[in-house]
Structure formats: C-alpha cells, structure tokens
C-alpha cells in the first residue's frame, strides 16, 4: 500500500512509499493522511506527466520551514485552538503565560522532554502540584496541536508523567449547617443561589448564567443551558429550591435567575461575599463546590444510584462521581436497593 499506518513506541504515524520509475523508493512519514494522499497524489502526477526527476528533487531538499519558538506557538495555539473550541481557555492563557517565561525561547524543533522536566523542578518549589500538572497538561496539549498541524514529526511529551497530587479530606455539611449557610446570606438573591447550588448540584458558572427559560415549575425540574460538556441535564428541584425561587424577583429586561439588584444585571461573581458570611456562620474556607459535593451525598443517602448521580452533576466519567464517595468513606458497599431515576424523581420532587 502506498499509504501505510505505521505504529512505533505507542504512536501511529503516517507513512508514504512509492516507487519512481527508475527504481528508486520515496519513504517519508507525514503528519496526517490527508497530507499523505497529497504527497501521494502529486508525485503520481509528475510521473504520469514526465517531470517526476524534478519534483523528486523538490521533495529531496524539502521545503523551507521557518522554526519558531515555545512562545510563537503558544500564541498561535491559543488563538486558533483554544479560544475556539475551549470554553476554559483562560486556564490555557494562564498555565501558557507561566510557562513561556521559562520556556518561550526555545525553539519548537529542539524542545526535550528535559526542557519540561526542569521547568516543573523550578515550578513545583512555589505552586501546590495541582497547579503544576494543570502547566504540563497545557504543555502536552500545545504539543499534540503542534503534532496534528504538522509544525512537529513527533510528540515530544507523549506519556509524560504528572506530579503526585495528595487528597484532601473535606467536611459535608449537614441539612441543618446548610439551611444556616443560606441563611447567613446578606441578601435573597445570594440566599437564593446558595439554596440552588446546594439542592441542585450545579456548577457555579451554571447557576450564573441559569435563566427562567431553563425552570420548569409545573414539572419541578431545572434543565442548565450553558454547561461544561455541552450537553443539557434535568435536575430535579426540592420544595426548599422552590420556596427559594418564589423569593426572587423577575426583571423584565433580565432574563436570568439570579440578578444583582444594584445593577439589574446577572450575578457576575459572589465568591468574596458567599465565603466571608460562610466563615461567619462557623464555615472557614467553605467553597462554593462543597455545596455540589452535599448534594451528591444528600442524593446518595436518598439511595440514588450512582449512574444516576453521575448523570444529574454532569459528570462525563463515573470515576469523578466516585471521588465524592471513595474518598469521604460515605460510599456503600451495595448499591442493590437504590433506587431508580424515575421514582426517584417522584419521591424526590413531591
């Protein structure tokens, strides 16, 4: 086959093979197969037009490729990838920036994997290591953008090992401590998001940007719009979320739930407000994710399955949902008399 998918230390690579008419083999390994049928294509033209000498010569100088540095390709990766098919690339912006002081300089084609290795020697002595495996996974992702569009033959980060990251064991609220956290509020509004978060299970950016498009009263359910995977979920809503969401005033020219009443605009970003009346009511450095964690052990010791669980925080992959069990010991050996989406949501919503 002149077009052939060659697998070598755990990486597929593309490789053209043909022979010219004198007997001479052409063997190169491409980017992609697109580039490969191309190549193909072109050199089985000049052979049938007479002018394959020439362009065998072409190819055997090879074209001149302009080298770039670290920094050149990050901001080319983060304007032609990350800003368009990442809605968390500002998390890229911030590890690129870290990392092309260090790094920017150096050239694309002489990047080693000992290059990274000494960056993360020198990182890990100011940040935590979560921080420091947020900077390689941006690292490896350049790369494979690099690798896919051609600019590199080889993914030099491939397999690339993540510094040990240590748990954390954090408290779950109580029903009790939680009704006290929303009191503790300073206004309805923040009351009100608070009781959502914690009833809910969602996410703080979606719960900002719920609308009351997105709330089904007469079917006690709330489907989020804008969420991290894209895909819309239905949760169901308790008679605490309910009597929280009757509180809220509707703003005509507002479409969204929770509205900041000094501006009549969308709640932007309460996080000082919410974790300095939390430690006032006896909850120091409580965040906002420690709510969704108390609604998925609320929602585990209803006897929710865990499938299900998984599917009403959003999680793509169960091993997430696990780590709110497995690590706080909370998790039951059996999950046999759990009970279904369906009755659940009945016994759950009346």
């Known amino acids: 086959m002149p077009i052939n998918r060659v697998k070598k230390r755990g990486q597929t690579r593309i490789e053209v093979r043909k022979r010219w008419p004198d007997g001479t083999e052409y063997r190169r390994f491409l980017a992609n197969s697109t580039l490969a049928k191309q190549v193909l294509a072109r050199i089985e033209g000049s052979i049938a037009t007479g002018t394959w000498r020439e362009f065998r010569e072409s190819l055997l100088r090879g074209p001149e490729v302009k080298v770039i540095s670290f920094s050149e390709l990050a901001d080319q990766f983060l304007e032609e990838y990350a800003?368009?098919?990442?809605?968390?690339?500002?998390?890229?912006?911030?590890?690129?920036?870290?990392?092309?002081?260090?790094?920017?300089?150096?050239?694309v084609d002489a990047f080693t994997r000992h290059d990274l290795h000494n960056y993360v020697q020198k990182r890990s002595r100011e940040v935590s290591p979560a921080?420091?495996?947020?900077?390689?996974?941006?690292?490896k992702k350049l790369?494979?953008?690099?690798?896919?569009?051609?600019?590199?033959?080889?993914?030099?980060?491939?397999?690339?090992?993540?510094?040990?990251?240590?748990?954390?064991?954090?408290?779950?609220?109580?029903?009790?401590?939680?009704?006290?956290l929303v009191d503790q509020m300073p206004n309805t509004v923040l009351s009100a998001y608070v009781a959502i978060l914690g009833e809910t299970g969602l996410r703080k950016s979606e719960a900002l940007h719920l609308e009351w498009v997105h709330i089904d009263l007469r079917e006690r359910l709330v489907l989020p719009d804008k969420t991290k995977s894209n895909k819309v979920r239905a949760i169901p809503l308790s008679d605490y979320a309910v009597e929280w969401l009757s509180k809220l005033v509707r703003y005509i020219n507002c479409p969204y739930v929770f509205v900041n009443p000094d501006t009549g605009k969308r709640l932007v970003s309460p996080d000082q407000t919410f974790r300095r009346n939390a430690k006032k009511a006896g909850f120091p450095g409580l965040g906002f994710h420690d709510l969704r964690v108390f609604r998925a052990t609320q929602w585990h010791r209803?006897?929710?399955?865990?499938?299900?669980?998984?599917?009403?925080?959003?999680?793509?992959?169960?091993?997430?949902?696990?780590?709110?069990?497995?690590?706080?010991?909370?998790?039951?050996?059996?999950?046999?008399k759990c009970l279904p989406l369906k009755s659940f949501l009945f016994s759950y919503c009346a």
């Not at 921080?131 to 690292?139: F, L, P, W």
């Not at 299900?308 to 997430?320: C, E, S």
Request: proline share 2%; glycine share 6%; with cysteine.
């Open 131 to 139: 921080s420091v495996n947020r900077d390689i996974a941006c690292a």
């Open 83 to 107: 800003k368009v098919r990442c809605r968390s690339w500002n998390r890229y912006e911030l590890s690129l920036g870290k990392l092309c002081d260090q790094l920017g300089t150096i050239g």
């Open 302 to 336: 209803l006897g929710v399955h865990l499938k299900t669980i998984q599917q009403m925080l959003g999680h793509a992959d169960i091993k997430t949902t696990m780590r709110y069990y497995v690590q706080r010991r909370v998790m039951c050996s059996c999950f046999a």
């Open 143 to 180: 790369f494979s953008y690099a690798f896919e569009i051609g600019i590199v033959e080889h993914h030099p980060l491939f397999r690339f090992p993540l510094l040990a990251e240590r748990e954390k064991a954090r408290r779950i609220l109580t029903v009790e401590e939680f009704h006290l």
